[in-house]
């Protein structure tokens, strides 16, 4: 089944104005300049320091020189091709399109069985894999959940195993944030792939690798970036921090810190391995002022943020990948409904290359399948919508206006009988009478959902792997896994 | 707790989701269609005027055709800017293309029961506790008639609609259940009994008002009658076409905004040739058709939002002023679906715009009213809100000495300018912000328990600008006539 995208014909909305957008570039120099990263990797220290820029090795502090920025950011510019196992989901990224994937990483799913939340395992990872694979708007996969009965030193490729023969669909690798699962990834990448050759050429995975916000790279991410960029793999520098707390109490200041970051991740990228594919993700979200937890989804700050990194981007002539359809709600209720229709729709005329992700609650603390299936729902009426209409002669129907005439109606028209089926239904939404409705218990979408859910659980087979090649990926899986059983030891 | 000052939302982006060769294609199949076609009316002072002014009408089918010159040179007549009055001048609203409006929607002959949460028949007590609640919510600059008022007697009951609204509401009024002459006079002598003269009605019109085309093409005598009485006292009027795809237009989203233009150029027509000058507006409620039960399907999905988006393309192109249709899901309860269907709706009258986004808080597709829905409703509004203005870039925003204070590694939550700024965005009203914990522990609430809280706090603590003891008599007076003379009326027949 073919994935689908947003494909707005218009000039991307954009929610800075020019002005802005210059501004937000000029001051992310300046605190790149001033106030610099601090890092724990010393090989990007010692790099830096022979490039010119001004390095701190007792504070581990990089001040970066705005034209040294400018220069190795526009090393990274381009567009290029997200592969997949089955070609026809390939992602040509062109700042066009925008493609969902599945949210991700959570460690708690919940689980209609219970009607309640719970830890989540490898199997539910490959589950959720499996439905995603089904759903045409879902156009690549993030890691669901977390594979929580697995050891953490190996759980991110644990992870990733799971979803090698549930889904054809590109895969983004978003937990592996060391060399040795870099490593370990990359190589079941390139056994799938079939040669490093030909995963360079249509990388099957990508990743990204985040700041700790504000302004601070660890070390093994920095590892991972240069590991895997080394291999063609797309590697995007992600910035979230959280409005008021790890960011300033301004939209404004929180994306010249975002911005910043983004920009150090990628001279630190592109000076390691220049020309590596890279992309450009803003996660910048709020915070409950009350709790001081993570807001995503909420608000219109929120909303602000998902569209303002994708403009930043643009300027840069990078893809990006943004925020969509995340939710405080903790049930598929109406909040649910609002945060996740105004993220879409926003995306419909402002879409982001990548978009991330469907189907959680409780501001992305928890996964749900049926979230999912209502999420693909929304998306599909956005994308649609941004699609248009045609105009030509036969969807005006003047002659079918002037053969009805005043006071009469359409539905005998040959017209009508031949487009009435053109149209978008839903899938979940009620569409009973009140009596009927109210006589079924008045029931809500999420239980449509529900059903769909088990229907393609019940149903869906993704195209298998090679046998082959899937012993090939236990045995690396294995290899690992013994691997940091022995080290765990170790310690 | 006084009247709300209503947001004026700032029509920022303007998107055409068609493009201009669309728009144009949209306009010449309109005038082919009303030369060709035309529309049929019972209305014979119309059929007259036409006549004499060059229009080529069938007396004996009561059939008239519009020459496409004559068309496009009635619609240049309407002016871009008007002023819509309230009855507190400071909520009278400077129409101009710049800003949009919000308004309660209406006319749903059901309400939900705050107390029993099911629907029952409203009344007209519900009418006024409804403008109290929409006058108490800055979100919503115009009231329509939320409910019918089922209790009163149907010839007058537009009247007593309006009636109740008065007391309840300083804000400005759109009439939009007063479909012929009679209930026109009365509501036009209870303006100028308000606004002090005719001639201050004129201009502070606190009340305006629109008319709808039957489709496809009908025009009712009654609705011609009012609208000119209307017009003739200054009223802003708003030209109607609702039509429903498949059924009363093309099964097609570009017949079904071809159809819904023609017949607004129609009615443009017929308002600029019996006054010329006069303020109009556009109005498309194109919509769906469910193809399972025949119903109306105003927000249902993307044809029916498309079609509303190309509306607002068309009214920018005649460079008229408009109602972007918003809201009006078909759900039946405050549930994801409504939250999805009127998200969708709201932001793309942000993106698209209009002069006045019409209308919130129903539900089953216009047919029920919700205060809990109208609460919900504008907190997606006050999202909108916030949203489309922006924020500051100024260097106090920008913050990056605050950012050089904190440094690598370092937080925010102590600085002066986060504890300076941090009550400065969004807060949610009704949005659930417990924990898992506490909010299982609470019985799962959603948002609608939080939001009939908020309609039962408003009902309760809100005060509208008081209407004057004598205005309020003499308005009773007014009804009482009229209700009086409505009655002999039914009499006699």
Redesign the interface.
């Known amino acids: 089944m073919a994935v689908k995208g947003f494909a707005w014909a218009g000039e991307p909305l954009e929610p800075l104005s020019k002005e802005q957008e210059q501004l937000v570039h000029e001051r992310s120099l300046d605190v790149l300049q001033r106030i610099g990263v601090s890092t724990t990797n010393d090989r990007t220290l010692k790099i830096m320091a022979e490039q010119g820029q001004d390095v701190d090795f007792e504070e581990r502090r990089i001040r970066f020189d705005p034209a040294f920025v400018e220069q190795q950011i526009a090393l990274g510019r381009g567009y290029y091709t997200l592969g997949a196992r089955d070609p026809e989901n390939d992602l040509v990224l062109d700042g066009r399109h925008g493609y969902i994937s599945s949210e991700g990483c959570l460690a708690e799913i919940y689980d209609p069985a219970i009607g309640d939340r719970r830890y989540s395992s490898k199997e539910d990872l490959e589950a959720m894999t499996r439905l995603s694979d089904a759903l045409p708007q879902i156009a690549f996969l993030w890691q669901p959940v977390s594979a929580n009965d697995k050891i953490v030193p190996v759980r991110p490729m644990h992870e990733t195993h799971a979803q090698w023969s549930n889904t054809t669909k590109h895969i983004q690798q978003m937990t592996a944030v060391d060399p040795f699962n870099a490593r370990g990834i990359l190589e079941m990448a390139t056994v799938v792939a079939g040669s490093a050759e030909a995963l360079r050429e249509r990388p099957l995975i990508s990743n990204f690798q985040c700041a700790i916000s504000p302004l601070h790279w660890d070390d093994g991410p920095v590892d991972a970036i240069e590991l895997l960029g080394q291999a063609g793999i797309p590697v995007g520098l992600v910035s979230m921090p959280l409005l008021a707390a790890t960011s300033p109490a301004s939209v404004a200041g929180t994306l010249v810190l975002a911005n910043a970051e983004i920009l150090s991740g990628m001279v630190i990228q592109q000076t390691l391995v220049p020309g590596a594919p890279t992309f450009y993700t803003c996660y910048a979200t709020t915070m409950d002022m009350n709790s001081g937890a993570l807001n995503n989804g909420w608000g219109p700050e929120d909303l602000t943020f998902e569209i303002a990194g994708g403009q930043m981007a643009r300027r840069y002539g990078v893809p990006s990948s943004s925020g969509i359809l995340a939710t405080g709600a903790k049930q598929s209720d109406w909040q649910a409904g609002m945060q996740t229709a105004f993220s879409a729709f926003e995306k419909a005329v402002s879409p982001s290359d990548m978009l991330s992700g469907a189907g959680s609650y409780n501001g992305s603390a928890v996964f749900s399948a049926v979230q999912m299936i209502l999420d693909c729902e929304v998306s599909d009426i956005a994308m649609r919508w941004a699609e248009g209409y045609s105009f030509d002669a036969e969807q005006l129907a003047v002659e079918v206006i002037e053969h009805v005439g005043p006071g009469g109606h359409f539905l005998g028209e040959p017209h009508t009988l031949q487009h009435m089926r053109d149209f978008w239904r839903s899938k979940v939404m009620n569409r009973l009478t009140w009596e009927d409705w109210d006589a079924a218990g008045r029931p809500e979408p999420w239980k449509a959902a529900e059903a769909e859910v088990q229907r393609i659980l019940a149903e869906h087979e993704p195209e298998p792997l090679p046998e082959d090649v899937t012993k090939e990926l236990d045995r690396i899986m294995d290899a690992y896994e013994a691997e940091a059983m022995e080290n765990m030891e170790d310690d | 707790m006084a009247t709300a000052k209503p947001h004026a939302y700032p029509q920022r ?1 303007k ?1 055409d ?2 493009s201009d060769e ?1 728009v144009k ?2 306009h010449q ?1 309109s005038l ?2 009303l030369e ?5 009316t019972s209305n014979d002072m119309l059929l007259k005027v036409l006549a004499d002014h060059g229009q080529r009408v069938d007396f004996e089918e009561k ?1 008239f055709f519009l020459d496409p010159a004559y068309v496009e040179k009635m619609v240049a007549q309407i002016p871009r800017n008007f002023t819509m009055g309230a009855r507190n001048p400071e909520n009278a609203l400077k129409v101009t293309g710049e800003y949009s409006w919000v308004s309660t929607d209406g006319c749903p002959a059901q309400i939900i029961d705050l107390d029993t949460k099911d ?1 029952r028949y409203s009344n007209k007590q519900d009418m006024s506790d409804v403008a109290k609640v929409a006058d108490a919510l800055p979100q919503v600059g115009i009231l329509w008639q939320s409910v019918s008022a089922n209790d009163e007697i149907v010839p007058v009951r537009p009247m007593h609609e309006t009636h109740a609204m008065f007391p309840s509401t300083s804000k400005h009024i759109m009439q939009m259940t007063a479909c012929d002459e009679f209930n026109a006079r009365g509501l036009i002598e209870m303006g100028t009994a308000i606004a002090g003269s005719a001639e201050s009605l004129r201009e502070n019109p606190i009340f305006s008002n629109f008319q709808c085309v ?1 489709s ?3 025009w009712d005598g009654d609705p011609v009658d009012a609208m000119k009485l209307f017009a003739e006292h200054g009223i802003p009027i708003g030209i109607c076409s609702m039509p429903m ?11 079904l905004v ?2 819904a233009n ?1 017949e607004i150029l129609s009615g443009f027509t017929i308002m600029q040739t019996l006054v010329p000058g006069s303020p109009n507006f556009y109005i498309s409620y194109a919509s ?1 058709l ?4 025949g119903a109306m399907n105003p927000a ?4 029916g ?2 079609a509303e988006c190309a509306a607002s393309a068309m009214a920018r192109f005649y460079d008229v002023a408009s109602v972007k249709s918003t809201m009006g899901t ?15 709706s709201a ?2 009258s942000l ?1 698209v715009g209009g002069d006045f986004f019409t209308g919130i808080g129903s539900l ?1 597709s216009d047919s029920i009213y919700s205060l809990m829905g109208l609460v ?1 409703d504008s ?2 509004m006050e ?2 809100f ?2 489309a203005n ?5 260097e ?5 000495g ?3 204070h ?8 102590g ?1 002066d ?2 504890l ?9 009203r ?4 417990q ?2 914990e506490d ?2 522990a609470a019985g ?1 609430p ?3 328990i939080a939001a009939e809280a908020e309609v039962r706090r408003i009902l309760s603590e809100h005060e509208p600008d008081p209407l004057p003891e004598d205005l309020e008599k003499e308005l009773d007076k007014i009804m009482e006539t009229y209700e009086a003379e409505a009655r002999e009326n039914e009499d006699d027949d």
């Open positions: 982006y998107i989701v068609i669309q294609a949209v199949a082919d269609v060709r076609v035309g529309c049929t059939r629907r039957i496809p093409f009908h795809m498949a059924a009363t237009a093309p099964a097609s989203v570009a017949g071809t159809l023609a769906d469910d193809m399972n039960s249902w999905g993307p044809e939002l498309f078909g759900s039946l309860q405050s549930d994801w679906t409504a939250g999805v269907q009127n998200s969708f932001m793309s993106l089953h919900l907190e997606i999202i909108m916030e949203w922006g924020y500051a870039f100024d106090e925003a920008l913050a990056v605050t950012i050089e904190v440094g690598p590694g370092g937080h925010f939550l600085e300018h986060t300076t700024h941090m009550r400065d965005f969004f807060r949610s009704v949005m659930n912000r924990t898992w909010w299982d799962r959603d948002p609608r």
